[in-house]
């Protein structure tokens, strides 16, 4: 495979494609892959000599075939099998097998995305302008089905993701956490990558390290991705429940106080929990669970009627589901304690 340069913003810049490594870490995602990788390789003919390596962590869906057959169209594709399953392994695997000792940067790109027009190029060009230890991004929710689009439409708000930065943010500067996009690899590999025994909440145990290392973490708003959020009440506690657990082993991990905004979501689980136990000793107690339901009624019916569409009214139990297992997650795991 051909390996080509290309001219980046920064003045007089050049970047070999064999210097950078493009990771996607799947596991059953074949109905979103195809249109993850395709949507990578759109752009600058550059990225098409960018290795892009998707890591699969044992899908059952088909997502490697797919995967497979793709090889045959895009020479610079190629698949690796994680038997840990988790996505933190899958990139530092990714890393071990595939970057070379030339390889300056690190593109991770997840599975369950669209992304812009030469994503890999802008999220290296960011990376080379900024001289930052990690580049990262704001994700902008949409939704197919209508419980997708709801919880997109609500997963952006301070009730859904508690008002986070790179959820639908649109202010660029330096950070101490977001969704991860870009790696100066120099520093990934100093760190030992990603703590490979989490599951969830990676992102925001390796944030920690890099501060602690002196690195920067640049939020750039004009690199922006889709992401097609949960579509069942089922698969969106999962997910939020194992984040709740990640949370709390990081900040078990490395001493951490929480923040306010997310101890809200343990709060309001507690709170609601507590009310329905004493209610029928004590009646007034109900106002804690029914102040709690009235918040998510009335963000349903202004989603409702802001979106006009009836799946609006889906977004509260999106927001209540994220809530309530975050906070589950975050408890369990905080009885458990750092294992």
Same mark, same amino acid.
């Given at each position: ?7 980046? +913003?920064? $003045? #007089?810049? @050049? /970047? ?9 870490? !799947?596991? &059953?995602? *074949? ?41 045959? +169209?895009? $020479? #610079?594709? @190629? /698949? ?9 392994? !899958?990139? &530092?695997? *990714? ?245």
């Amino acid at each position: 495979m051909e390996s080509r340069v290309i001219p980046l +913003e920064k $003045p #007089n810049s @050049r /970047i070999d494609a064999s210097q950078v490594l493009a990771v996607i870490p !799947a596991l &059953n995602e *074949a109905r979103h892959i195809e249109t993850c990788i395709r949507s990578l390789m759109t752009g600058d003919a550059w990225l098409r000599s960018v290795p892009l390596v998707v890591v699969d962590g044992g899908s059952t869906d088909g997502t490697a075939e797919i995967v497979e057959a793709l090889i045959k +169209e895009f $020479p #610079n594709l @190629r /698949i690796l099998y994680n038997p840990e399953r988790f996505q933190s392994a !899958a990139v &530092n695997q *990714a890393v071990t097998e595939c970057a070379g000792p030339e390889a300056r940067f690190l593109v991770r790109c997840d599975a369950h995305s669209v992304f812009p027009q030469d994503f890999i190029l802008s999220v290296t060009s960011a990376l080379i302008r900024t001289g930052a230890a990690s580049v990262v991004i704001p994700m902008d929710a949409q939704g197919e089905t209508c419980f997708e689009k709801a919880n997109a439409w609500i997963v952006d708000t301070p009730l859904g993701s508690g008002g986070s930065a790179h959820r639908g943010g649109r202010q660029s500067g330096y950070v101490d956490h977001g969704h991860h996009a870009g790696f100066d690899l120099t520093m990934f590999r100093s760190l030992g990558g990603y703590d490979g025994a989490f599951s969830h909440n990676e992102d925001a145990e390796y944030d920690e390290r890099v501060a602690q290392a002196g690195g920067q973490i640049f939020l750039d708003a004009t690199i922006r991705k889709i992401y097609i959020p949960r579509g069942t009440v089922g698969a969106l506690a999962k997910q939020y429940f194992n984040y709740g657990k990640g949370r709390a082993r990081t900040i078990f991990k490395h001493g951490q106080r929480p923040k306010i905004r997310q101890m809200l979501p343990v709060l309001a689980l507690l709170g609601s929990l507590t009310g329905l136990i004493a209610f029928p000793f004590f009646a007034p107690a109900l106002i804690l669970p029914a102040a709690y339901f009235a918040i998510l009624l009335t963000a349903s019916i202004l989603v409702c009627t802001v979106k006009r569409s009836p799946c609006g009214l889906l977004a509260g139990v999106a927001s209540g589901t994220m809530h309530m297992s975050w906070a589950a997650g975050f408890i369990k795991q905080s009885l458990v304690g750092p294992r």
